[in-house]
Nanobody, 116 residues
């Protein structure tokens, strides 16, 4: 099983980034997908979720209207489009693939730094 995040980097406040999480080794279409983040000195927090069909999406209140989670089952990839980025969005972002009743699989993370 592999989950590989990419797309992180340094961006100025107000900027945008699109994170990708390419996966392999499991039946992607059967898994709900989530993004989490861990800011320096803080606990890991959930950011967004998308169900198997892509019809249900949920977001942390502080990112609603700025972040969009999506998935392409054919490419076994989940995305997080981030816009209007703020310094408080600075964190390592992780993708998580969850089968109901399990803790699922995790990627290694990608660093997002929002700074002028």
């Amino acid at each position: 099983v592999q989950l590989v995040e990419s797309g992180g980097g340094l961006v100025e406040p107000g900027g945008s980034l699109r994170l990708s999480c390419a996966t392999s080794g499991f039946i992607f279409s059967n898994f709900n997908l989530k993004w989490y983040r861990r800011a320096p000195g803080k606990e890991r927090e959930w950011v967004a979720s998308i169900n198997t069909t892509g019809r249900r999406k949920d977001y942390l209140d502080s990112v609603k209207g700025r972040f969009i989670i999506s998935r392409e089952n054919g490419k076994k990839t989940v995305y997080l489009q981030m816009s209007s980025l703020k310094p408080e969005d600075t964190a390592v972002y992780y993708c998580n693939a969850v089968y109901p009743g399990t803790s699922g699989y995790w990627g290694q993370g990608t660093q997002v730094t929002v700074s002028s």
